[in-house]
């Protein structure tokens, strides 16, 4: 998934649109209302709370949500969390939108806006992040800014998952469940608990998921959109006295398709490329495509993580070291265009590892002043192959009106027949940030809190770009995708460093509620252009670029300031749980791929003002049905946005639709040695897309989709359920392009069809 071109090319995630917001509830379709009234403990804050007492956007989410709501990886929590949107069928990550913040440029010179953790391992970026959710203790999505808390680059928020952790002193206890659906969907997961002595447990955990296609492709070939994974997890705890260690093996692989395009085939865009190379026929309905696939297509990884953890209770802190070492291997292969005509694919072979260390203390004991202080290091190492493809015949048609044979005199055609370019990315990046964080509480009813962080970044990045062999490339110009050549490679190291800091107020007029104003600064540094050059008028189209002669194209940070006012409560005795959030934000500088006369060049440009109304409640409506509801308002305005389109000032940020929600009915019967169970619900999103230019053929329109479960859960631990997901067999996209030049504009990654399924489960101790 890539998300921006030239004039030519124009990557698509510039204009992403974003998958459903709120899948399902967010509480397990088999619990009864007071389990999902149960305090929620998370560590967000570096400190063990309630949720419900944090003064954050924070949702929280049990592992038991995860196996009985059907979440296949890290990405699905994004449909579950109010204001957090952009879920997509690849392993990219520059759909990713909080509050309408994401990352915009597909490459691997940048950060992403959105971050990942896993028990507090920051997980990466396109082709590493994405992992399976299974044999998890809980997740927690936030919200706004959340550098302070976590650091490398969450401007727009963070989706940090603990795993299991190995119960020591327990039992030998696990779990198996099985899953089995329609399209050859099948889901195998489960978990061991292994306690050793009073002091030591082990833990293993494994997983495998696969399905079929469901997009059927004119073109021939196998349904697109399948998958094949397999992960397994080790882990170890030990505990004596004041020392804890904490550790986890890790790796996953991952066989899955890449994204999938369908043309829009109406508007004036699309009578220029048709009328170039046209007639193009693409031929099926709006969950079909027709691709030449004259690349492929693949998104597989290998990732394997190593985590240690360590604590010692020092008696007035805690001090705990976190390390973690990432090693990931990915291949991304995709048809671009469209079409059933090659006019673009794409194709990324990368590799890397990643390090991190922090060191933190953290207080203890029941002093009105509290605070934590750490420090962090990483280093990430990153080695990339970049190729766009296209028919040479299809460039000629469109930009010279004729078969390359006839406007070339002496014309050769390259041995298959296309124009190939590409560019070989060396990446050295390394970082360290110091915090510190003092919370004073003035009374029972009133704290607050400040904490300060200093961020320090230095990226080193190579760029080679060679000549194709096309004689397009050859003789008259480099292509279409770059613009330049490279005397090879071309280095250049840049550092960015920051001050940013956060301020709380919380007070508490009750005993069972909360209000908070806060006001945080966000910060993602800089970087590099993957495919781009920073040159000069001098520049001549196609020119060889020796070292020296032009810089690297690279790019400052981003900033955003943001002010949160938030409610929590607990209502009716109990019964019943709000979380209310406004939210107002400046974003500025935005890092965006532009078009740039030849190659994506990431450029900062402009600002937005955001602002936004989130709210969830759960409520038990009686001893037999309960009720969660949830909603999510954001409108903004972007401005100076002349870099981007010369007609997009004022525009709002179209990947984001402006109101977003779900509500479920849950119910549960006690019978004979168990309880009947089920839950429906229904989740919406209003109209989105339609890109910069708000083009009314690629809008995106609002949608709705109802999910159904149905089943029984005995006294003895085993489970039999049910269910019907997408129950109306609606169909939306994940997203959208408006593109430019030889591409049409496309949607991509039609939703999921309607499926039918059962699922089996077992616990024992």
Request: hydrophobic share 35%.
């Amino acid at each position: 998934m890539h998300s921006y071109q030239p004039k030519y090319l124009k990557r698509r995630h510039l204009a992403t649109a974003v998958a459903a917001a709120l899948l399902g509830t967010g509480m397990s379709a088999t619990v009864q209302a007071q389990s999902w009234l149960e305090e929620v403990t998370v560590t967000a804050t570096k400190r063990a709370e309630n949720v419900q007492d944090v003064p954050l956007a924070i949702s929280a989410f049990t592992g038991d949500f995860t196996k009985d709501n059907n979440l296949d990886d890290v990405k699905d929590l994004i449909n579950i969390t109010p204001g957090i949107t952009g879920n997509s069928k690849d392993s990219f990550l520059d759909a990713v939108s909080v509050r309408g913040i994401r990352t915009q440029d597909f490459g691997v010179g940048g950060d992403p806006s959105a971050a990942f953790f896993k028990n507090d391992f920051y997980e990466g970026r396109n082709g590493a992040a994405v992992t399976s959710l299974y044999d998890m203790e809980r997740s927690e999505v936030l919200r706004g800014p959340q550098g302070f808390l976590f650091g490398r680059s969450s401007i727009g928020g963070a989706i940090s998952v603990h795993t299991a952790k190995p119960e020591i002193g327990g039992t030998n206890s696990g779990y198996i469940d099985l899953d089995m659906g329609e399209r050859g969907h099948g889901v195998i997961e489960g978990a061991i608990n292994l306690p050793v002595n009073d002091n030591f447990a082990m833990r293993l955990a494994g997983y495998h998921s696969e399905e079929d296609g469901y997009v059927k492709n004119f073109s021939g070939g196998p349904d697109l959109i399948a998958h094949d994974k397999s992960a397994i997890r080790g882990s170890t705890a030990y505990q004596s006295g004041k020392l804890g260690i904490d550790t986890t093996v890790e790796y996953e692989t991952r066989e899955q398709s890449g994204s999938v395009y369908r043309a829009v085939t109406e508007g004036d865009h699309w009578d220029a490329v048709n009328g170039a190379n046209g007639p193009i026929d693409v031929r099926g309905d709006e969950r079909e495509v027709d691709l030449d696939l004259a690349d492929g297509e693949a998104d597989d990884a290998d990732i394997l993580t190593l985590g240690l953890k360590l604590t010692y209770d020092l008696g007035f802190a805690e001090l705990s070291s976190n390390t973690g070492y990432k090693d990931h291997d990915y291949f991304y292969s995709e048809d671009y265009d469209g079409t059933p005509v090659n006019l673009n694919t794409y194709h990324q072979d990368q590799e890397g590892d990643y390090f991190q260390q922090e060191f933190r203390l953290t207080s203890t004991g029941s002093d009105p002043l509290s605070w934590y202080a750490g420090v962090s290091y990483y280093k990430e190492k990153l080695d990339a192959n970049f190729r766009f493809t296209m028919a040479e015949d299809a460039y000629c048609n469109y930009y010279y009106a004729d078969t390359c044979a006839n406007y070339f005199t002496d014309f050769y055609p390259s041995a298959s027949g296309n124009l190939i370019e590409q560019n070989h990315v060396k990446a050295d990046y390394e970082g360290w940030a110091g915090y510190v964080d003092l919370s004073y509480a003035f009374s029972e009813a009133w704290d607050a809190s400040i904490g300060v962080r200093y961020s320090d970044d230095k990226k080193t990045f190579t760029q080679n770009v060679p000549r194709s062999d096309s004689y397009i490339a050859q003789v008259f110009e480099s292509g279409w995708a770059y613009g330049f050549v490279t005397d090879g490679a071309i280095t250049q190291s840049e550092s960015w460093q920051d001050t940013t800091m956060r301020a709380i107020v919380r007070y508490r007029p009750t005993d069972t509620a909360m209000v908070f104003a806060s006001y945080t600064q966000g910060y993602k540094p800089g970087g590099f252009g993957t495919f781009s050059l920073d040159v000069d008028d001098d520049f001549v189209w196609g020119q060889e670029v020796a070292a020296g002669d032009y810089p690297l194209d690279t790019f400052d940070p981003e900033t955003v300031d943001s002010f949160e006012l938030g409610y929590k409560d607990s209502l009716f005795d109990g019964k019943a749980n709000l979380t209310l959030t406004a939210f107002m934000y400046d974003y500025k500088d935005l890092q965006v791929v532009v078009a740039d006369g030849g190659a994506s060049s990431v450029q900062n440009a402009g600002k937005v003002d955001g602002r936004g109304l989130e709210g969830t409640i759960t409520a038990a409506l009686s001893d037999n049905w309960d009720l969660y509801l949830a909603a999510g308002y954001l409108d903004t305005e972007a401005t100076d946005m002349a870099a981007i389109c010369d007609d997009c000032e004022g525009s709002s940020l179209f990947w984001s639709p402006e109101f977003s929600g779900s509500a479920v009915l849950n119910m549960h019967y006690p019978v004979t040695n168990g309880q009947i169970i089920g839950n429906l619900g229904v989740t919406f999103e209003s109209e989105r897309g339609g890109g910069w230019e708000q083009l009314d053929e690629t809008k995106i329109d609002a949608y709705q989709e109802w999910n159904l479960r149905v089943g029984y859960r005995s006294d003895d631990k085993w489970s039999l359920i049910g269910y019907v997901e997408n129950l109306t067999d609606q169909n939306t996209y994940d997203g959208m392009n408006n593109n430019e030049g030889l591409v049409p504009a496309h949607f991509f990654g039609p939703s999921r069809p309607r499926t039918i399924g059962v699922s089996f489960g077992y616990e024992w101790e």
